[in-house]
């Protein structure tokens, strides 16, 4: 079955230190990887997205992902945390063995940067 | 930047009361999600819809649910008798093509809440 698991509930990180999201998933194919961040009462906004090629994709707002294909993982990172930077992060993949467009989301990471 | 929008943005209803969420996509794009999250839960897919029809929809989405684009911009989600467990923040989404690369953009969300 495809999963993504996002194992801390919040991270917390000082202004201006390097931050890291965690994020695995489980399918059956190839994954397609994406970051979403959700601001309070704001939707899902995109970040970055995994599809092909280079493991390391860059996104908006200085954020960067890894595509680890060995360990199943997608981990966001920045290297300097912005105060502004705090929100809910969700991972979500998309199986593209299936027929299928739908995303799988994980639980979510609350990201807090305090100044 | 074009924007999926939705509303209302917080809508209470009595439990066996229709409710009608509403979506507005991004102007050009032509596939159209419905997600939702349950409070402190996942973010599932419900349903995903093209060309006027269901491309494909979850177990969450029963009989009581449906799906409508009633005219060229607005894209409507119906529960037709709301349940308690029905509460939760609906998401709308929408993508331009079917290539796998494409990314689908959200809006902010309603929050449903039944009584």
């Known amino acids: 079955a495809q999963s993504v698991a996002q194992p801390e509930d919040q991270v917390n990180v000082a202004e201006g230190n390097p931050l890291t999201v965690k994020c695995t998933y489980s399918?059956?194919?190839?994954?397609?990887l994406f970051w979403y961040v959700q601001y309070p009462n704001r939707g899902l906004q995109f970040l970055l997205k995994?599809?092909?090629?280079?493991?390391l994709v860059k996104g908006s707002y200085g954020f960067e992902a890894e595509f680890n294909k060995s360990q199943t993982s997608f981990h966001l990172k920045k290297p300097s945390a912005l105060v502004s930077d705090s929100a809910l992060y969700f991972c979500a993949v998309r199986d593209v063995s299936y027929n299928t467009d739908k995303l799988i989301f994980g639980t979510g990471t609350r990201l807090q940067v305090f100044p | 930047e074009p924007e999926v929008t939705q509303t209302p943005s917080h809508q209470v209803t009595q439990m066996g009361q229709e409710v009608i969420l509403r979506c507005v996509p991004i102007s050009n794009h032509l596939y159209f999600y419905w997600y939702r999250q349950i409070l402190g839960q996942k973010v599932e897919f419900l349903v995903s819809f093209y060309n006027n029809e269901i491309s494909e929809k979850s177990e969450i989405f029963d009989d009581q649910f449906s799906v409508e684009r009633p005219d060229g911009s607005n894209f409507t989600l119906k529960i037709r008798s709301t349940k308690l467990e029905d509460s939760a923040m609906y998401f709308c989404a929408s993508r331009l093509r079917r290539l796998n690369t494409d990314t689908q953009y959200f809006g902010p969300g309603t929050r449903l809440t039944v009584l």
């Open positions: 399918v059956s194919g190839n994954p397609y």
């Open positions: 995994y599809i092909t090629g280079d493991n």
